[in-house]
């Protein structure tokens, strides 16, 4: 089961299993047979995350830790991709509906490999070799985590920095690796350039032409390679909205 999963996530970026519902320690038990899980809070530049454990797993949009976890995020509408202020962004994520409010909610998956295969001649140009600096402060709500001061010059603030073209480790495919548009820069850019490249790539890679979408339904299981797809969650934060959620690690971006 495993070999088949992985390969279908190679093949199609993420992919649904639909209406098995899971305890905790059974999602965790699927992700330890597709690689390494890793706990979702962990200094972000320095260390090492530590083991998942099953209690750990729950996901509520509801709540939103201090610290960064990497948890649901419930910022309606924003693309992102998982933890790219991270010097080892996670490599896969498992997300299960637990529990669902009325509606369901939807979830998006924007292709990274076709967004840089059509990005016009011109972009390729302006990014290639060129690095992106990633906002640490804010958590996937938009919300300030703890220790850490508002950021009103993206130039200024801590997070990694990536290629923002990547190339994936096993596929050996290249992806725009874009992490988050809040805060971001082009590292050496002036800013005004910066904003406005930057503002170029998300239009591009984000276009409804790359895009897959899911109506969660409870029981499904989205699992998703965060390194080649952006994803955003089209309904805000709601009271009996419950996930679980697991990652596996991953490596530096190259």
């Known amino acids: 089961m495993a ?16 209406g098995r519902p899971v305890s905790a320690a059974q999602l965790l038990e699927l992700a330890r047979m597709l690689g390494t899980p890793e706990g979702q809070g962990l200094g972000v530049l320095t260390g090492e995350a530590s083991g998942a454990s099953a209690g750990q797993l729950v996901a ?13 995020g419930g910022d309606a509408g924003v693309w992102q991709s998982d933890l790219a202020y991270r010097m080892r962004p996670c490599s896969i994520a498992l997300l299960h509906a637990r529990v669902l409010p009325a509606g369901g909610g939807r979830v998006a998956v924007a292709n990274q490999y076709r967004a840089w295969e059509t990005l016009p001649e011109d972009l ?40 923002i073209v990547r190339t994936h480790p096993e596929t050996r495919r290249r992806a725009l690796y874009l992490g988050r548009r809040r805060n971001a820069w082009i590292v050496g850019l002036p800013l005004e ?13 984000t276009q409804p032409a790359f895009v897959w979408e899911h109506d969660w339904q409870p029981g499904d299981t989205l699992v998703w390679d965060n390194r080649c797809v952006l994803y955003r969650h089209d309904v805000a934060a709601a009271p ?15």
């Open 193 to 205: 350039q910066s904003e406005t490249l930057l503002d170029r790539l998300w239009a591009h890679a």
């Open 240 to 254: 009996g909205r419950e996930m679980l959620r697991v990652q596996l690690r991953g490596e530096p971006p190259r």
């Open 60 to 72: 509520s949009s509801a709540a939103a830790p201090a610290r960064p976890t990497g948890s649901l």
């Open 124 to 163: 390729r140009a302006q990014v290639e070799g060129r690095t992106l600096l990633h906002d640490e402060s804010l958590d996937n709500e938009g919300r300030l985590r703890e220790g850490h001061a508002a950021i009103a010059d993206p130039r200024e603030c801590t997070g990694a920095q990536h290629r």
């Open 3 to 18: 070999a088949a999963l992985l390969q279908a996530v190679a093949e199609h970026l993420a992919v649904v299993v639909r």
